[in-house]
């Protein structure tokens, strides 16, 4: 008989029928005239219940069903007397695919902690929170492609193997296949890359927005969505060495345009896990996080705070002037702390904040200079509980402007001609911005730490799995 996953069993339509289902156990429990198993199979965060009316089945035969089994059971699919559920399978057949025996199988009933969890990651998407969390994943891609293909941006793919720091952190890490017990020097001591693969030093991109640039200046709007890497050794709950970005790119776009597509594309997103992730984001909602669906209305339902950075430092000055600790200090010039943010957004505005103009000192060499000669159009989408969502910015579209800032910030340039060529040849006015995905997946699922709304994180000293 061909399978019906459990999602769809619960289509009114089934009551009455022969079905057959496969999954992992949750549960099993009775006595010894009836015995009942929860199912689920990954579909949908529900089980399925199973009743074993043991006049048909032996102890002998249930014994190997115990939490983490897999099993396959044909029966007859009918309305459920039983709380909490509206219909469950009166078992007919019974296979047994695998055991798990529960001296060692870690996901046994009880609770897990995150942490013990995060050990057990090449299990844990069995779990009912890491499902729903690795289901809402999956939807949130798919609002993205939508969101562009609607608003016509073309997924353009940049590569992961570049030689350029686009961010110019110096937080790369490098790709070579040189031997790394007998490094070739020069007369300074530099390592010579001419005989590397590349022919050339190498590195894991940090982003894909160079490369973006290149096709929205051609093909008009586009949008990347790839992994990313940063070697940066923070051990915090909102930072990855490989997480995944969403960069769009839009030519003819102004701060305006680019404040607007950011408000825009990221409410499209929530409102695709309201309406499409509804099952996952009750339970999330009910075990982890009881602010969370309200959260999420609140965010699609207010219009962002705009507000220039330096009206942001004024803000958090009077805060410090009226008794507020902060650990790091403020002034003007310097780079917000998640701290900082999180006034702001938390318990200043009480929404999201888009911070503007920041001092061009603590932002990338890309970003378009204002006429004061201090301040960028550089854009960072702050969200309640999350902080930095989205990093953008207008870009310097004028060749002269964007050289003499490579040359003060010593950026070596030799090997991005290509990059410069874009200014070269029919400069446009043109924006954009990278999306963290799992920063948003942070705030869609109310998980606290980035390591539990990616399957298999990568932080400093772990790469298990
Ligand atoms: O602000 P960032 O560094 O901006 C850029 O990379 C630009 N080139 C994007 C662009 O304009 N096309 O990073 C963008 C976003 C951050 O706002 C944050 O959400 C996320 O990427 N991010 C990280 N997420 C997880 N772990 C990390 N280590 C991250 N670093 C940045
Ligand atoms: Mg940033």
Redesign the pocket.
Known sequence: MKRTKIIDIFNPGLIGREVCVKGWVRTRRGNKNVQFVALNDGSTIKNIQIVFDMEQFSDEQLKPITTGASIHVEGLLVESMGKGQTCEIQAKTLEIYGTADPETYPLQKKGHTFEFLREKAHLRPRTNTFGAVFRIRHNMAIAIHQFFHEHGFFYFHTPIITASD??GAGQMFQVTTKNLYDLKKDENGSIIYDDDFFGKQASLT??G?LE?ELAATALGSIYTFGPTF?A?NSNTP???AE?W?I?PEVAFADLNDLMDLEEEFIKYCIRWALDNCKDDLEFLNNMIDKGLIERLNNVIGTDFVRLPYTEGIRILEEAVAGGHKFEFPVYWGCDLASEHERYLVEEHFRKPVIMTDYPKEIKAFYMKQNDDGKTVQGTDVLFPQIG??????VREENYDKLMTRIEELNIPMKDMWWYLDTRRFGTVPHA?????F??LLLFVTGMTN?RDVIPFPRTPNNAEF
């Open positions: 686009c961010e940090v982003s927005q973006g940063r940066e909102r930072h990855l997480f970005m960069e930095e969502i989205i990093g953008g910015s954009g911005f990278g999306l963290g799992e920063r980035i």
